[in-house]
């Protein structure tokens, strides 16, 4: 299973090394996808992680121990489908292929699954104020 997750970091846990317990002792793979963590201040971080279920389960379990908090990046997420026109310009700039043009209808679709909270898509949106 793969899953992106915004993870917030309380002050206090910003010097440990957090995120190699979760390889070390849950065997779970990760790939930090963005990251503001600095000595003695909150943080965020968006990272993928890649396991067994359960291992991510447990892994999530500690990271919450540690006062992190971990949020599935898929439902924080969305479109505004009261703005998107279906332009499609989008679809060009985003990076891991979270949208991507249905053909033939010519649709814009959005998975956020994959989604990684970059905001490229943003920035290159024609209906963007």
């Given at each position: 299973?793969?899953?992106?997750?915004?993870?917030?970091?309380?002050?206090?846990?910003?010097?440990?090394?957090?995120?190699?317990?979760l390889v070390q002792r849950y065997e779970v793979e990760?790939?930090?996808l963005k990251a503001d963590i600095r000595p003695q201040r909150d943080g965020i971080m968006?990272?993928?992680?890649?396991?067994?279920?359960?291992?991510?389960?447990?892994?999530?379990d500690y990271?919450?121990?540690?006062?992190?908090?971990?949020e599935r990046l898929a439902g924080k997420v969305h479109r505004d489908e009261t703005k998107c026109f279906q332009c499609g310009a989008c679809t060009g700039i985003c990076p891991v292929g979270?949208?991507?043009?249905?053909?033939?209808?010519?649709?814009?679709i959005f998975d956020p699954e994959k989604c990684t909270a970059c905001g490229l898509c943003v920035a290159g949106c024609l209906s963007a104020p």
């Open positions: 299973m793969t899953r992106i997750y915004l993870l917030r970091y309380p002050k206090e846990t910003s010097n440990q090394p957090i995120i190699s317990h990760f790939n930090i968006v990272v993928e992680l890649k396991g067994q279920k359960e291992k991510v389960a447990d892994a999530l990271l919450k121990s540690l006062g992190v908090q971990a979270a949208l991507s043009i249905n053909r033939p209808t010519m649709e814009v």
